[in-house]
């Protein structure tokens, strides 16, 4: 809990407040040393008794386990700078191929050690230089990409294409998950969220934007599975274009959802809610189109709608954020 302290003043007008010994003493204060002080957004005052002094970086070690593969994308995304894995006994392969592999989808994460019973990980950016909202727009513009794509191959057949959706989805999520880790890292840093400009409120809104985003990639590469399990076969020209028009809706949805989210525009947000009545009529004839259809395509037809809807569903949550 905080300490409460009074505001004293000196007789030529200048105003100060005690410092508590306890906190002076755990940063080794000293009469003559500088603090830096920062004025927040919201009227706060930042002291910082390390001005000047380099941070050290933050270190995390891992015992070798079943788990280390989701351990290290634990401390990633906690934003720990070095990650050290040891084993008593010699690594194997498959968990060096573990390792790789897992290092291979977080950006910026490097084996700089490696010997026979540890393997040492560093994070090579540094977080001031990634703005939160430029990484979430490169997410969703390769998320909205694959919307249109995954649309179009599923009604012509495009195994190709279906298969490119699937490989497009792992670069959204290395960047996801450098998203999070520099909103985690921003939060637990005062002066690096003033040095970017968000607050830990707005890295709140960003998570949850960037994870409903995130969700519409995911139910893409569930839609490109479905046009693989078809193995090309195409749609009849009707249903081709009634489920070309239901993605050109839920597509013009998501697109306004994220100018919303970052303009804050209200107004702007509400328009996404106003295009269900539309998105629902297309989608009623998707229905009764695709119940003509043989019963091995019906299924997959109806399982496609499903997912569009969801990323609707997704894209009216991130214009929610707004208000």
């Not at 010994?21 to 009469?31: C, D, E, G, M, S």
Request: aromatic share 6%; with cysteine; net charge neutral.
């Amino acid at each position: 809990m905080g300490d409460s302290r009074k505001v004293q003043c000196t007789p030529t007008g200048t105003f100060f407040v005690c410092l508590p010994r306890t906190w002076a003493q755990q940063n080794n204060l000293k009469k003559g040393d500088l603090l830096n002080i920062e004025m927040a957004e919201d009227g706060k005052l930042i002291v910082d008794p390390k001005f000047g002094v380099e941070v050290p970086p933050r270190v995390a070690t891992l015992t070798v386990g079943p788990f280390v593969g989701r351990e290290i994308v634990g401390k990633y995304l906690l934003g720990f700078d070095v990650i050290r894995l040891e084993a008593k006994d010699r690594i194997d392969v498959d968990v060096r191929n573990t390792v790789k592999s897992t290092v291979s989808s977080l950006i910026g994460l490097e084996i700089v050690e490696e010997n026979y019973s540890q393997i040492v990980l560093q994070c090579l950016l540094e977080p001031s230089g990634f703005m939160p909202e430029k990484i979430l727009r490169r997410i969703y513009a390769i998320v909205a990409g694959m919307t249109r794509d995954v649309s179009s191959s599923f009604v012509a057949g495009d195994l190709q294409l279906a298969k490119n959706v699937v490989a497009r989805d792992n670069e959204s999520n290395r960047l996801y998950f450098l998203l999070v880790r520099i909103l985690r890292t921003i939060i637990q840093n005062p002066r690096l969220s003033e040095k970017l400009g968000i607050t830990p409120i707005d890295c709140l809104d960003y998570r949850l934007a960037a994870s409903l985003i995130e969700g519409m990639g995911d139910a893409c590469v569930k839609v490109a599975s479905k046009t693989i399990e078809l193995n090309g076969v195409k749609l009849p020209l009707d249903l081709q274009k009634l489920l070309v028009d239901f993605q050109t809706v839920c597509y013009s949805a998501h697109e306004q959802a994220l100018k919303s989210f970052v303009s804050k525009d209200i107004s702007s947000a509400e328009t996404v809610r106003g295009l269900q009545g539309k998105l629902e009529a297309i989608g009623l004839d998707v229905e009764k189109a695709a119940k003509e259809q043989s019963v091995d395509l019906m299924p997959q037809v109806l399982a496609v709608l499903s997912l569009l809807r969801q990323i609707y569903e997704h894209s009216v949550d991130i214009a929610d954020l707004v208000v």
